[in-house]
């Protein structure tokens, strides 16, 4: 008779992901916080592995240095159009992929050239994962140490 028998100190397995990026970490996208006069803006990216309907972003906000640009300044830019964010729960047939960034900006003087501690929070509806409660909505939100810019990193290029 064979007998199997649990060690005394069993070995600690690692998670899959401990010490790894997952998508969540992604959330905003680096170097992106960018001043054009008296407007700032941060680029957001996904933290889903699949496209969403524009319809699922609930809500974005951000804040850099604990403060909040006016409700009513916040546009959100999604595929080359900015909108309201009111705007995105019409947009059914419109995606957001996981390759593309998500431009949240509003009215907030930052000085350029230095460092500042962004915040964003999302808000997004999964409609394929629909539990007892109804559709899963992920509410993420992460702070980064930016440098801000007076430009995108990627125009500064061309």
Known sequence: ??????PAHPK????????KAVISDRLIEENSLVVDG?????????PWYRAVPASCIADVSFTVDGRTPPA???????NGTERRLDEFAALVEEQWFPTD????????????????????ELKLF???????????????????????NSVRPTEAVR
């Not at 009513?72 to 999604?78: A, I, K, Q, T, Y």
């Not at 999964?126 to 801000?148: F, N, Q, S």
């Open 12 to 19: 600690r397995i690692r998670a899959p992901l401990e010490g």
């Open 126 to 148: 999964i409609p394929y994962i629909v539990t007892a409660h109804g559709v899963l909505m992920i509410d993420e939100r992460k702070e980064m140490r930016m440098t801000a």
């Open 1 to 6: 008779m064979t007998r199997i028998t649990k």
């Open 38 to 46: 008296g407007r700032t803006s941060v680029d957001v990216r996904i």
């Open 72 to 78: 009513g300044s916040v546009r959100v830019e999604l």
């Open 101 to 120: 960034a998500l431009t949240v900006s509003g009215d907030l003087e930052v000085e350029s050239g230095t460092e500042h501690l962004v915040s964003v």
